[in-house]
């Protein structure tokens, strides 16, 4: 059954916003929008359970168009804010969107270790290879050899796999997607909500405006259309040789494990303190 | 008024009989673009398997034959901008309906 999009426009989007939104035409952020409405749509969550935290960056801007609980938070730290958040009010379903520049530079630390702590969070990383909205400074996910403004002979860097750092630091639950498979995006956050632990859902999105410009990749469309070309399921990828793989994106769920959940192991230090505390 | 009701009933019943016959060949759909919000990104024209999304004179989409539509919503999930609607065909319950 087909989601009714009118529907999910009267009742996620906040009504004394201005329409259309800032981003450029085009642009991913508004496809991974549309995917994350259609997971909580799907998954009947009230509106007052959940929390939207968002850094800085044109991902940032997201959670201001959304009517749920909302925070737009300093640079890089919306996961500290959602931490914050999910300790205050456990019963909450929190949601941190972010951008690459968000989440593995100014707040690599507090990524790591978010991943590393298993709370019960969702974060949802826009990777889109660049710093857009500051006028398109190389991030640490620009690829090697692109080129950028602070990167005009092509950037000396090696980049970050987003998806793969969470699987090291200890996520629950690891995802990829990219804006061309919108169906597979809202799909997989719809699971990351679900997931008791922390969960992270990293979406390949597109800048045409700063990153394809620069790098001759064309507009919105032909980078769509290269995401299309460069996915690779998880159980393809499996039978691929390395030397195939290369200059591929494997998508789709890349760890899913039952780990000890931070809030829970907390309630329980807290029950063996009291209990020995009143023995004292 | 009874032989107000059963003559307007006669006049229907012609229209709705041919509407029921062509939804049993194949399901059609209406797609609807609002284009205050639309920022002609040109997306949907260009992933549109049926190629029935044209740009019109401002570069925002219009429909050319939209009974060849096959409910497929890669349109309507892929719009940036939510300006796309894609709905299930019903029936016009008047003349003039658009």
Redesign the interface.
């Given at each position: 059954m087909?989601i009714?999009?009118?529907a999910?426009?009267h009742k996620y989007?906040r009504h004394n916003k201005k329409?259309?939104?800032v981003?450029?035409?085009?642009?991913?952020?508004?496809?991974v929008?549309?995917?994350l409405l259609?997971a909580i749509y799907r998954l009947d969550i009230d509106q007052d359970d959940i929390v939207l935290a968002s850094g800085i960056g044109c991902s940032g801007r997201m959670p201001t168009y959304l009517d749920f609980n909302t925070l737009h938070t300093t640079h890089g730290r919306a996961l500290t804010f959602a931490t914050g958040v999910k300790l205050a009010r456990p019963e909450l379903n929190v949601v941190a969107i972010m951008g690459d520049g968000d989440a593995t530079a100014i707040g690599g630390n507090h990524f790591i270790h978010a991943a590393r702590r298993n709370l019960n969070l969702t974060a949802i990383i826009i990777n889109n290879s660049i710093y857009g909205m500051t006028g398109g400074q190389y991030s640490p996910t620009t690829p090697f050899g692109s080129k950028s403004t602070t990167s005009v002979y092509g950037h000396i860097e090696h980049a970050f796999s987003i998806a793969e750092l969470a699987v090291t630091a200890g996520a629950s639950f690891v995802a990829r997607a990219t804006?061309?498979h919108?169906?597979l995006v809202?799909r997989l956050i719809e699971q990351a909500i679900k997931k008791r632990g922390f969960a992270v859902v990293e979406v390949i999105s597109n800048c045409h405006v700063q990153y394809g410009r620069r790098n001759k990749l064309g507009?919105?469309?032909d980078m769509?259309?290269s995401f299309k070309e460069q996915a690779v399921t998880v159980s393809r990828a499996e039978k691929m040789k390395p030397e195939e793989l290369e200059g591929k994106t494997t998508i789709g769920v890349l760890a899913d494990r039952d780990l000890p959940i931070s809030t829970e192991e907390y309630k329980k230090v807290r029950s063996q303190a009291r209990a020995t505390k009143e023995r004292v | 008024m009874a032989e107000k009701t059963t003559t307007k009933k006669k006049t229907r019943a012609p229209a709705t009989r041919k509407t029921s016959v062509k939804k049993k060949e194949k399901k059609k759909f209406d797609v609807s673009f609002y284009h205050a919000w639309c920022k002609a990104c040109g997306i949907c024209m260009a992933f549109c398997p049926q190629k029935i999304i044209k740009a019109d004179k401002n570069g925002k989409p219009e429909i050319l034959g939209m009974d060849k539509c096959v409910g497929c919503r890669f349109c309507e999930i892929h719009c940036p901008d939510f300006a796309i609607t894609v709905s299930d065909r019903k029936p016009k319950r008047r003349q003039n309906d658009v």
């Open positions: 087909p009714p999009a009118q999910l426009r989007l329409f259309p939104h981003w450029c035409p085009g642009c991913g952020n508004g496809i929008m549309g995917a259609r804006v061309y919108a169906d809202d507009g919105a469309v769509l259309k | -």
